[in-house]
């Protein structure tokens, strides 16, 4: 009898190790199964990421040091407008106008206007009202069109918001590990470069707005170097929005390009 039930025990106890194994294996396969539907980004892939982002930085760089500045346009009036010794000119942006009056004996010979503002003189600067009271501003009796020019600061401060959304979703696609985030950052970067350009666009009409406005006053008007970073800053972030929007696919060129070797072959 003792002998039936010490045999009989250690059957079930070969049972339950059995079992044991076998639902162990079962959760052992759930958990692989879970781990493999995450998509991890190798190594190869994580750095072509932070190359695009570096030239994405680069544009987003562009764009902040483009539109804090005042030389987006320069008007300028001939430099014997006064028949004095000085001439006036003006330079401004998106937010803020200068005056300056320069000497010119300063001025290249060859010139007919007065200028460039980067010559020594007096500059009297006054921010724009159109964010505050709404008023127009008025240089060289010529008056600015408020409504373009507040579309276009806007469309500026929009470009912005977008390249923080793009790079905050870059950060977490980087942190978390995962491709996911690619794709709208793909779509905030090249949607802030349009806005960039657009707000460029913008701004000219309202440059040319303010020229149609008075005749009586002769002005010779050139684009600046704010425009000419804004506007790289535009085609950069394009230019990298694509690349992200590339690196989501999942057969992507730059992957065939630069094939991931698995380290556990």
């Not at 493999?36 to 570096?54: A, C, P, T």
């Not at 290249?108 to 159109?130: H, Q």
């Not at 501003?137 to 918001?161: D, E, H, Y």
């Not at 704010?226 to 696919?249: K, R």
Request: positive net charge.
């Amino acid at each position: 009898m003792w002998s039936n039930f010490f045999v009989q025990q250690e059957e079930e106890g070969r049972m339950g190790v059995a079992g044991g194994t076998q639902g162990g294996g079962m959760a052992g396969m759930k958990v692989h199964r879970g781990q493999r539907r995450i998509n991890k980004m190798s190594d190869s892939q994580e750095g072509k990421i932070k190359l695009v982002f570096f030239v994405a930085i680069i544009g987003v760089t562009l764009t902040v040091l483009g539109m804090g500045t005042e030389f987006w346009v320069e008007l300028a009036q001939p430099k014997n407008y006064s028949g004095n010794q000085t001439c006036q000119m003006a330079h401004y942006g998106l937010w803020k106008g200068c005056i300056r009056t320069l000497w010119v004996s300063d001025i290249d010979p060859e010139r007919t206007s007065c200028g460039p503002a980067e010559l020594p003189g007096e500059s009297n600067c006054t921010y724009f009202k159109f964010f505050t009271s709404g008023e127009n501003a008025v240089i060289f009796k010529k008056t600015t069109n408020r409504n373009l020019n507040l579309a276009a600061a806007i469309l500026a401060l929009l470009s912005l918001t977008m390249m923080v959304m793009g790079s905050i979703c870059i950060a977490m696609s980087l942190s978390k590990g995962v491709p996911f985030f690619l794709k709208p950052a793909s779509f905030c970067f090249i949607l802030s470069g349009f806005l960039v350009l657009l707000s460029v666009l913008v701004f000219h009409q309202s440059v040319l707005a303010l020229l149609s406005s008075d005749h009586s006053v002769p002005l010779h008007h050139e684009l600046s170097w704010s425009v000419a970073c804004v506007g790289s800053a535009g085609a950069i972030l394009i230019f990298g929005g694509v690349l992200f929007l590339i690196l989501a696919l999942p057969f992507s060129p730059l992957q065939k390009c630069f094939p991931h070797k698995d380290s556990t072959t």
